[in-house]
């Protein structure tokens, strides 16, 4: 049990977050130039560092027509334009994962997100499946939040608080391979924004409480939509004694939140909203549920990625959309649908800066390397990790 207060960490993800945040518009510049603002991304051969965006275009072209099917190109929504066009599938983490294991064939598959996303990957994928993430860096700071030794004390702690009252542990989709296994071994369950509400109605189906890993945002919009009222659910704070809590305030509660969040999404404000609905009479406001409770309340709807690419895509021509997630995906909707008026909430173009280490000389490199029978980056997890991980995915495909 931790016994005093740690200094806490703000992850360079968090302080990187603004140093690619621009008034208009992002263009991918050579990756020296792109290193130049203050960032420790993974270093390439100095060759690679200075290709113009036409020949990275030209060898990633080539070299993924060379290794043909041997290679499956994966591409989250949130990357960049340079990087969507050759990725053969494009979702969300775990749309993309499914995808990975449905194509067997494929020798090596290239996710083009973030490190807990190609650890998924990994352990959906068959044995025989080598997977790579271009850039070894691209991280995700939420997933950063919850480190698994905090997560582990944790549980103890809460363990010893409530005794033999049961609590279930339910990790978002984006956390590491390693809380996932945790959730797996003490009978949770993994749950994504699409099916956190499911995930959620399973657990209070089997214990008292939920203990949920990492975003409190997401976790606190889906305990309200389930009728958990805020006067029972607490933030744990992994930097305090007891999560800054009280026993007794453990005690009293039926959602524990862990305090991570995600610097892309709460960046959105009230106030863009109603600014929005002044401007444009008529808009629809749909925003992903890791904003904060505030913002899902003021908005019309909510909900995954994956969700907010199919109202938006299925709406009427002229109609008009405020959309609060991340500025690549929503740049490309406004483009996917020209007949109608698509804008990001935020009015300063601000990208995943973990998402966005994925300049397109990784992806040059990663497959040109494996031309030369060279897998590079690679990502495993530990059989161990692999095995309850992967129970607590099951779970959730079992239950939504
Ligand atoms: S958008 Fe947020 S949760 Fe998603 S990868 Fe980026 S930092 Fe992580």
Redesign the pocket.
Same mark, same amino acid.
């Given at each position: 049990m931790p016994t005093g207060t740690r200094v806490p960490t703000v992850p360079i %993800?968090e302080l990187e977050q603004s140093e690619f945040c621009a008034p208009d518009s992002l263009q991918t510049r050579p990756l020296e130039e792109e290193l130049s603002a203050n960032v420790r991304w993974q270093r390439l051969p100095r060759s690679y560092m200075r290709m113009s965006a036409e020949e990275l275009d030209e060898r990633i072209a080539a070299a993924k027509a060379r290794l043909g099917t041997d290679l499956v190109i994966l591409g989250h929504h949130?990357q960049r334009d340079e990087i969507i066009k050759f990725a053969d599938f494009r979702g969300d983490s775990f749309k993309l994962s499914q995808q990975a294991a449905s194509r067997g064939e494929a020798r090596y598959i290239v996710f083009c997100g973030?490190h807990f996303m190609a650890e998924t990957a990994d352990i959906l994928s068959g044995e025989e499946q080598q997977v790579i993430l271009p850039n070894i860096t691209a991280g #995700? *700071?939420?997933?950063d939040m919850a480190p698994s030794d905090d997560v582990h004390d944790c549980w103890e702690d809460l363990s010893q608080v409530v005794g033999e009252e049961r609590l279930i542990p339910i990790t978002y989709m984006?956390s590491t391979a390693a809380v996932k296994a945790m959730c797996g071994h003490n009978e949770g369950i993994v749950c994504t924004s699409s099916n956190a509400e499911a995930a959620f109605r399973w657990a209070l189906q089997r214990g008292r409480r939920i203990v949920f890993f990492p975003d409190q945002h997401l976790g606190r919009n889906t305990g309200l939509k389930l009728g958990i009222p805020l006067e029972e659910m607490v933030v744990w704070n992994p930097f305090k004694s007891l999560g800054g809590l009280t026993p007794e305030r453990i005690r009293g509660a039926r959602l524990i939140l862990w305090q991570g969040h995600? *610097?892309?999404?709460t960046r959105f404000r009230v106030q863009q909203i109603q600014q929005a609905r002044a401007r444009h009479p008529g808009v629809h406001i749909v925003v992903h549920p890791?904003c904060t409770m505030e913002v899902v309340q003021a908005a019309d709807d909510n909900g995954s990625t994956e969700k907010i690419v199919r109202v938006v895509s299925q709406a009427p021509p002229g109609s008009i959309w405020g959309i609060g997630t991340?500025i690549n995906l929503v740049n490309r909707l406004a483009r996917e649908n020209p007949d109608k008026t698509i804008f990001c909430l935020d009015p300063v173009v601000c990208p #995943?800066s %973990?998402?966005y280490r994925i300049h397109p000389a990784y992806l040059a490199w990663v497959l040109e390397e494996l031309l030369e029978g060279r897998v590079v980056n690679r990502i495993t997890v530990d059989p161990e990790t692999r095995r309850y991980a992967r129970v607590a995915l099951e779970r959730m495909l079992q239950v939504t």
């Open positions: %993800t949130y973030v #995700c *700071s939420m997933a984006n995600c *610097s892309v999404h890791e991340e #995943c %973990t998402m």
